[in-house]
């Protein structure tokens, strides 16, 4: 089983950036889809961004396509998520997740504890 462990969450004004990191650890990453969930107080979990290996995919949710980018580092056996123009209404818990397979959805593998981040406007 690979846990899974986020950081890089915080505190930032509306137009700021922040890059969320998520390193694994237990099995390689190469086995699984990656993503990036968030869930906002009162609000479902949804799908931020997704990237699967080997055959490159990737997927972002409209409300942050053009802002922000999902990368992983096999080597590394992390994630990222760079968060460019944040906007009040990203305010939400960050969680990373894995799953086996070429896609990734809310029944995951792996979920890491959560990053809180938070927009000031």
């Known amino acids: 089983q690979v846990q899974l462990v986020e950081s890089g969450g915080g505190l930032v004004q509306a137009g700021d950036s922040l890059r969320l990191s998520c390193t694994a650890s237990?099995?390689?990453?190469?086995?699984?889809?990656m993503g990036w969930f968030r869930q906002a107080p009162g609000k479902e979990r949804e799908l931020v961004a997704a990237?699967?290996?080997?055959?490159?995919?990737?997927y972002y949710a409209d409300s942050v396509k053009g802002r922000f980018t999902i990368s992983r580092d096999n080597a590394k056996n992390t994630i990222y998520l760079q968060m460019n123009s944040l906007k009040p209404e990203d305010t939400a818990v960050y969680y990373c997740?894995?799953?086996?397979?070429?896609?990734?959805?809310?029944?995951?593998?792996?979920w890491g504890q959560g990053t809180q981040v938070t927009v000031s406007s």
């Open positions: 237990g099995r390689t990453l190469s086995l699984y889809t």
């Open positions: 990237i699967s290996w080997p055959r490159i995919s990737i």
């Open positions: 997740a894995a799953e086996r397979g070429a896609v990734i959805t809310a029944r995951a593998d792996a």
